[in-house]
């Protein structure tokens, strides 16, 4: 299998449905975006970041009980974790870094065990 490196430290795979499904070639490109703006923030915190769920098929969105809207559904958002870090600590990263202009506005959500980030273009923040 062909597991294309879309950054210097994410690799496509990361963001495949747990249920083993791959992102749809018509995805690749908010994927990728996606990737770019969590390269940002790994470069910004100099740690690794472990991405918990990315892409999600609707039928696996649907399992685990999230909204057919939710930004999963397009390839534009990855729930992360970093060692070391809280979830709220990440937040507030990616919220610096959207303020200064270097990450893409888009969803912050903060969650007990990790951290959503999505690049959907307008401001969303909410705690899980």
């Known amino acids: 299998m062909i597991d ?3 950054t210097p430290n994410f690799h496509l795979k990361e963001w495949k449905t747990h249920d083993g499904t791959g992102v ?3 995805l690749i490109e908010n994927v990728t975006k996606c990737a770019h703006n969590l390269q940002v923030l790994r470069n910004e915190i100099g740690k690794p970041i472990t991405i918990i769920s990315g892409f999600r098929n609707l039928t696996y969105n649907t ?6 809207t939710s930004q999963h559904v397009k390839g534009t958002a990855a729930d992360i974790k970093v060692r070391g870090m809280s979830p709220k600590d990440v937040a ?8 200064d202009g270097k990450m893409d506005q888009g969803g912050v959500g903060v969650y007990s065990s990790f951290t959503h980030y999505d690049c959907r273009g307008k401001k969303a923040r909410w705690r899980g």
Do not use: C, H, R, V
Request: no cysteine; aromatic share 4%.
């Open 92 to 99: 507030n990263a990616i919220e610096d870094l959207i303020n």
């Open 24 to 26: 749809p070639w018509d």
């Open 63 to 68: 399992k685990i009980g999230s909204k057919p």
């Open 4 to 6: 294309p490196q879309i």
